[in-house]
């Protein structure tokens, strides 16, 4: 089993800024990739940012606000998050594929989700 859990959320002005942190857990051989997914009410959820090895990639609405990066030999990912806007405001999800120890296949998983809130 793998387990993520997300944290650091909460509410801020705009033009503040928030840490998220995605910790992972279990039987972990190796995170292939970590990303953060969002979403707003009536909204879909869409890619914010995720990390391959040194490769990152972001989302046209946080590019140059926002940064991903990982703590490989913790299983951890971040999202420095600056100069947040309204829009900004949703529950914001980890992603991770991994490959599990000893049986050694593939499993993506989701953590639960930590609520980021910016008042204008």
């Known amino acids: 089993q793998v387990q993520l859990v997300e944290s650091g959320g909460g509410l801020v002005q705009a033009g503040g800024s928030l840490r998220l942190s995605c910790a992972a857990s279990g039987r972990i051989f190796r995170i292939n990739a970590m990303g953060w997914y969002r979403q707003a009410p009536g909204k879909q959820r869409e890619l914010v940012a995720s990390?391959?090895?040194?490769?990152?990639n972001y989302a046209d609405s946080v590019k140059g606000r926002f940064t991903i990066s990982r703590d490989n030999a913790k299983n951890t990912v971040y999202l420095q998050m600056n100069s947040l806007k309204p829009e900004d405001t949703a529950v914001y999800y980890c992603?991770?594929?991994?490959?599990?120890?000893?049986?050694?296949?593939?499993?993506?998983?989701w953590g639960q989700g930590t609520l980021v809130t910016v008042s204008s």
């Open positions: 992603n991770a594929d991994a490959l599990l120890s000893i049986v050694f296949r593939n499993l993506e998983v």
């Open positions: 990390i391959t090895g040194a490769n990152t």
